[in-house]
């Protein structure tokens, strides 16, 4: 790998690898059913080909390979996604390093996906990477298929490359790329240090 290579990072990531050790643990602690009770409900129960965009460590994964799942788990984060692999061994889960908004190892695949999951990633994204990421997130889903994204609001850490983003704006983007609202609650965020901190979550459904 060239020194060029090395040093290129991701709009978004900024601040990801320098902390990946401490998030790791704090990742892999928050259980599922907590994190996503806003839309369990609407998870699939047969089998289904799910697409993880911003995976993080793979912990949503995980939960989910358990139910059934195939999940191609999509991380630009080196530190995340290596560590990921090694803590969820698993032949449903395959990661895959790509990254918002063009996602172009992922669309040339040409898959599509019952459920999207873009969860604590798209606030990482400026307003022209939000539209192209919305339009190419809608063309990955299948026919019939749901979108499942969350959206933090409140303190961040400085090193973070961090945009205000409303859900009235992420409505707007969904249903201009065809998406119909399937769902949408404010919550508490499920780790306690944000949640002491005033963090709260946008939860947000739609349905193609
Ligand atoms: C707060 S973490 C959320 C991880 C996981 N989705 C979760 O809910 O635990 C944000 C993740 O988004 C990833 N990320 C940042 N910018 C991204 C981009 N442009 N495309 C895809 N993922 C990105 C980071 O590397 C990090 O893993």
């Known amino acids: 790998?060239?020194?060029?290579?090395?040093?290129?990072i991701v709009p978004g990531t900024e601040g990801y690898s320098e902390d990946a050790e401490s998030l790791i643990s704090r990742y892999e602690g928050v259980p599922f059913t907590e994190k996503y009770k806003a839309v369990l409900h609407l998870l699939p129960t047969k089998a289904s080909k799910i697409l993880d965009i911003g995976a993080g460590t793979g912990v949503?994964?995980?939960w989910l390979a358990t139910k059934g799942h195939c999940i191609l788990a999509v991380e630009p984060t080196?530190?995340?996604r290596e560590a990921g692999a090694k803590l969820h061994p698993s032949s449903q889960i395959e990661w895959l390093d790509d990254s918002l908004p063009m996602?172009?190892?992922?669309?040339a695949r040409k898959e599509v996906f019952d459920l999207v999951l873009v969860t604590a990633v798209w606030?990482?994204?400026a307003?022209?990477?939000r539209k192209q990421a919305m339009s190419n997130i809608a063309a990955l889903l299948?026919?019939?298929?749901?979108?499942i994204m969350s959206l933090r609001h409140g303190p961040t850490p400085a090193s973070r490359r961090v945009f205000e983003v409303t859900a009235e704006e992420t409505m707007e983007l969904a249903?201009?790329?065809g998406l119909r609202e399937a769902l949408y609650m404010r919550t508490e965020s499920a780790q306690p240090i944000n949640r002491q901190a005033g963090v709260m979550w946008s939860w947000l459904a739609f349905q193609k």
């Not at 790998?1 to 290129?8: G, P, Q, V």
């Not at 996602?103 to 669309?107: D, G, P, R, S």
């Not at 299948?142 to 979108?147: R, W």
């Open 103 to 107: 996602l172009l190892k992922t669309m």
């Open 175 to 177: 249903q201009r790329d």
């Open 127 to 129: 307003e022209k990477e």
């Open 78 to 80: 080196d530190q995340l």
């Open 60 to 62: 949503d994964a995980a």
């Open 123 to 125: 606030t990482h994204l």
């Open 1 to 8: 790998m060239s020194a060029l290579t090395r040093s290129k």
């Open 142 to 147: 299948k026919p019939v298929a749901l979108l």
